[in-house]
Structure formats: C-alpha cells, structure tokens
T-cell receptor, first 116, second 113 residues
Framework: QKEVEQNSGPLSVPEGAIASLNCTYS??????FFWYRQYSGKSPELIMS????GDKEDGRFTAQLNKASQYVSLLIRDSQPSDSATYLC????????????????FGQGTILTVHP | DTGVSQDPRHKITKRGQNVTFRCDPI?????LYWYRQTLGQGPEFLTY????????KSRLLSDRFSAERPKGSFSTLEIQRTEQGDSAMYLC???????????FGQGTRLTVV
C-alpha cells in the first residue's frame, strides 16, 4: 500500500464546473496535509494546507480533511482553464524521532484538465 | 517567488560526469530539504538539513550523491558519475513562517545523455 494515494487521472471537467480531487494516506499519525499545484515543467506551488478535521476554504479552493477515514480532498469551484495542472497531495507523517520533522510524503499526482 | 532559489535551472550532462546543484533557501530559516521528481511521479524526499547538520538521508541517496550545507546557509547537492536514471527534477524546499508549510524553489532539471 502506498503511503499517499491520489485518485487516478486524468480528470477532465468543463469550465465553470467543480473539480474534485481525492487523496488517502496510510499513516494514522500524519499531522499536516497539503495540496500543491504543478504546471508542466514547473516546480510545485503550495495552494492549501489543512491540519484539523473539517473544511478549509480559500477563494475557489476548499480542502477537506477526515482523519478517521484518512482522507483529504480538494474542491475547485468555478474551474478555469488556468487551473489545468497536476495536483499533488502531500502529508507530514508522524514525528519520527524528531529528525524528519517537516518531511513531505507525496502522492503521485492527479492531472486536471479544464476545457472551455 | 517563494524566496527559494536554485541554480542552475537546467543541466545537460554526459553519463559519467559529475554535477553540482545549489539551493539558497528562505533566509534565516534553519531547515532545508532536497527532493527528486521523475516524470509522472510526485516528489520524493532525498535529504534534510537542520542548520549545517544533515539529519536524515533517504535510501534513494546512493553513495554517488552527497549534499552539504556549510554554515547553515546555502546547500549543494552533488551527483558523481551520473547515470541516465539520475535524470529528474531536483527540488529544494524551505519552510515558511508557519514552520510546517514547505515552499519549493524553481528546481533544477537534470538530463543525463
């Protein structure tokens, strides 16, 4: 079982629709959860962070965390063609002897295409 | 601009040559991470520095790889005797003010021919 798994893509949605991206993680001790957006040929860009159960909204983006189900999701409302990118889910796993604090474990990414 | 700067942005090298990459992290932050990303995959952790001390190394970091962070400021990642399998994007990351979020530099795209 992979440590962080994302729903297989690619995902294609029409402009203006809601895009839903999902992620599950295996380590129950995981503490912090992030969504990165990565355009082709560029480095990952942090778009959302979430640390406690529930929803967190930032503009058109909503991150949802359910620690009991070990599940994180990202909703993009009113999707735009400029949202077309690879979305990476990342977690910080449980503290490991204090030496790897802040180390990110990534999923494989989901490619999102928003078509006009 | 995340405040994390990497150099060079692109590097093409012949198999067997040595290469060195540099990362200048967000100023005054004591933690620095290196990751590697191959095509179609998420970034994978390579190594972590707290100030000048290298506190963790991934098994991905073979003995051909070495990383340093002299004086706890910039960091270098060297690959000796490069192989085609080393072709990847090498990413450096530094936490922001929140101390848990990681911000990436532009990355160094390495192509071994």
């Amino acid at each position: 079982q992979k440590e962080v798994e994302q729903n297989s893509g690619p995902l294609s949605v029409p402009e203006g629709a809601i895009a839903s991206l999902n992620c599950t993680y295996s380590d129950r001790g995981s503490q912090s959860f992030f969504w990165y957006r990565q355009y082709s040929g560029k480095s990952p860009e942090l778009i959302m962070s979430i640390y406690s159960n529930g929803d967190k909204e930032d503009g058109r983006f909503t991150a949802q965390l359910n620690k009991a189900s070990q599940y994180v999701s990202l909703l993009i409302r009113d999707s735009q063609p400029s949202d077309s990118a690879t979305y990476l889910c990342a977690v910080i796993r449980g503290w490991a002897g204090g030496t790897s604090y802040g180390k990110l474990t990534f999923g494989q990414g989901t490619i999102l295409t928003v078509h006009p | 601009d995340t405040g994390v700067s990497q150099d060079p942005r692109h590097k093409i090298t012949k198999r067997g040559q040595n290469v060195t990459f540099r990362c200048d992290p967000i100023s005054e932050h004591n933690r620095l991470y290196w990751y590697r990303q191959t095509l179609g995959q998420g970034p994978e952790f390579l190594t972590y520095f707290q100030n000048e001390a290298q506190l963790e190394k991934s098994r991905l970091l073979s003995d051909r790889f070495s990383a340093e962070r002299p004086k706890g400021s910039f960091s270098t990642l060297e690959i000796q005797r490069t192989e085609q399998g080393d072709s990847a994007m090498y990413l450096c990351a530094s936490p922001g003010q929140g101390n848990t979020e990681a911000f990436f530099g532009q990355g160094t795209r390495l192509t071994v021919v």
